[in-house]
């Protein structure tokens, strides 16, 4: 008996939205409104209310916990290449009462490059960053913009030697208020409990960041006014 040769199509993904009460759409809309900018707008909560969704802040943290990692990951070959001219600095937050360092990176062009809580601000987590960001984006920068702070010539030396350090005051401006933002949006929330919490939820307002900004190769034939939704209508078919 001869047997046949025929393949089985192999079964579909299975999609990371499985197993949730929420379509993908409700969860990307409080997700959306976690890590924008700006907390979730009155109209955005109402059209929730009107479906007879209401969703508890702990589940929507979960929700930004579990998703940050697979829609920055699904769209990290639609990003577009970062700007030679990058602005470093770091920034202060609290973490279950206790301060934490925050280091943060934009170019020239506002896409934020990386983002990093740590609990020192040292040679060591400044070359984490660094070392973070470059092998991210595989791209060197030919001039970074820092503060004053003292272990920063070395730590450059070291992983960009070939990048102009360049230190003076007001210069480092970008970064210091796209700094005010990131503040403004960890204000409204009830707090952070780990840096594990802090690290996804600020990775995720920069990834809400650059997909307003258009630094995404996402949605762009869609109006501004329904580019992100489509944006992650997009991403959602990839996870």
């Known amino acids: 008996m001869k ?9 579909p993904p299975r999609s990371a939205f499985v ?4 379509p993908p759409e409700v969860i990307w809309s409080r997700f959306a409104g976690t890590c924008a900018t700006t907390s979730p707008t009155a109209t955005s ?62 170019d020239q062009y506002g896409q934020v490059i990386d983002v990093l809580v740590s609990t020192r601000r040292d040679a060591a ?18 001039k970074v913009v820092t503060d ?6 070395a730590v450059l030396d070291e992983l960009v030697p070939s990048a102009w350090h360049h230190i003076e005051r007001y210069a480092n401006n970008p970064i210091e208020a796209d700094h005010s933002q ?18 996804v939820i600020i990775a995720g307002h920069a990834f809400m960041q650059n997909l307003r900004r258009g630094h995404y190769e996402l949605a762009v034939e869609s109006p501004p006014a329904t580019g992100v939704a489509s944006a992650f209508a997009e991403l959602a078919q990839a996870i």
């Open 19 to 22: 197993g949730f009460r929420f």
């Open 45 to 106: 909560k109402n059209s929730l209310i009107e479906r007879g969704v209401e969703v508890d802040h702990v589940t929507v943290y979960r929700w930004v916990q579990r998703f940050t990692p697979l829609l920055a990951d699904a769209a990290r070959f639609c990003r577009h290449a970062p700007g030679d001219r990058w602005f470093v600095d770091e920034t202060y937050i609290r973490v279950s009462g206790v301060w934490r360092y925050v280091y943060r990176a934009v």
């Open 3 to 11: 047997l046949s040769t025929r393949r089985c199509p192999a079964p």
């Open 148 to 153: 004053a702070a003292p272990v920063d010539p």
């Open 182 to 199: 990131l503040k403004h949006r960890l204000r409204a929330m009830r707090g952070l409990r780990t840096d594990e919490t802090a690290q």
């Open 125 to 142: 987590a400044a070359r984490r960053f660094f070392r973070r960001a470059l092998a991210t984006l595989k791209v060197t920068p030919s």
